[in-house]
């Protein structure tokens, strides 16, 4: 690190730390998304008489429905090449 703080200004310094900071910070919020997901379907898959109360319908479908929206953010923020664009 010494070599990098000789060739970067310290404003510099300070917005690579940021950047290095801020991607982490994004990286730990779709774990968490993960892990939330995850939690929602341990619930869903311990309980099979959801399924078959005819008002859980509804809300088992927007569940699903919100779960293809979260994998396909997941996916595409995956896919991210250099994350200093991101």
Same mark, same amino acid.
């Given at each position: 690190?010494?070599?990098? #703080? @000789? @060739?970067? #200004?310290?404003? *510099?310094? =300070?917005?690579?730390?940021? !950047? !290095? @900071?801020?991607?982490?910070? +994004?990286?730990? *919020? $779709? &774990?968490? &998304? &993960? %892990?939330?997901?995850?939690? $929602? ?8 008489? @959801?399924?078959? !109360?005819? #008002?859980? +319908?509804? $809300?088992?479908?927007?569940?699903? =429905?919100?779960?293809? /929206?979260?994998? =396909?953010? !997941?996916?595409?923020?995956? /896919?991210? %090449?250099?994350?200093? /664009?991101?």
């Amino acid at each position: 690190m010494h070599y990098l #703080s @000789l @060739l970067l #200004s310290s404003t *510099a310094q =300070q917005s690579f730390v940021q !950047i !290095i @900071l801020a991607q982490a910070d +994004r990286d730990a *919020a $779709v &774990l968490e &998304l &993960l %892990k939330k997901l995850d939690q $929602v379907y341990t619930f869903m898959a311990q309980d099979q008489m @959801l399924g078959q !109360i005819s #008002s859980m +319908r509804m $809300v088992l479908g927007q569940i699903s =429905q919100q779960t293809l /929206e979260c994998a =396909q953010f !997941i996916k595409n923020y995956s /896919e991210t %090449k250099n994350f200093c /664009e991101s």
